[in-house]
């Protein structure tokens, strides 16, 4: 138990505070850095691990973002990992049992696509408006 929040007289509620496991990351080729890092900074703040999907057109941007990232020496092995690919890559990790939550910016066409998989699976989804988050129960 994290914290006690005060409500009504008489009543009590409780906040408990904890990682819900692996984020899914999926960034656009457009603007990588800045897209990546809106996405990374709240995941890691809330205790979570990444898998971050990089797009294939900027592949130096990727290699140069996992050198800097790999040389930070108060960040553990493994809290951020990096894989270069396309739609094929974003359904392998949308489809992990082991990634409970995704998210992504990118195309109409993909984000509506991802939405109809998770809906599909009876998950939940919320989105925002240029980025969405979807958290996963896999039933």
Known sequence: MDG???????????????AIGV???SVPWNSPVALLIRS???????????VVKMPSQTAQVNSLISEVISEVPTLP?????IVTGDR??????????HVPVI????????????????SHK????????????FQLRHL
Do not use: M, W
């Not at 005060?6 to 409780?14: A, D, L």
């Open 4 to 18: 006690q929040l005060n409500g009504k007289p008489g009543n009590i509620s409780i906040l408990i505070r904890e």
């Open 23 to 25: 984020a899914g990351i």
């Open 40 to 50: 990374l900074a709240p995941a890691l703040a809330a205790g979570c691990t990444v």
């Open 77 to 81: 092995g493994g809290v951020i990992n």
């Open 88 to 97: 094929e890559v974003l359904s392998y990790i949308v489809d992990s049992p």
């Open 103 to 118: 998210s992504f910016t990118g195309s109409t066409t993909t984000g509506r696509a991802l939405e109809l998989v998770i």
């Open 122 to 133: 009876h998950k939940l989804a919320n989105r925002g408006h240029r980025i969405s988050f």
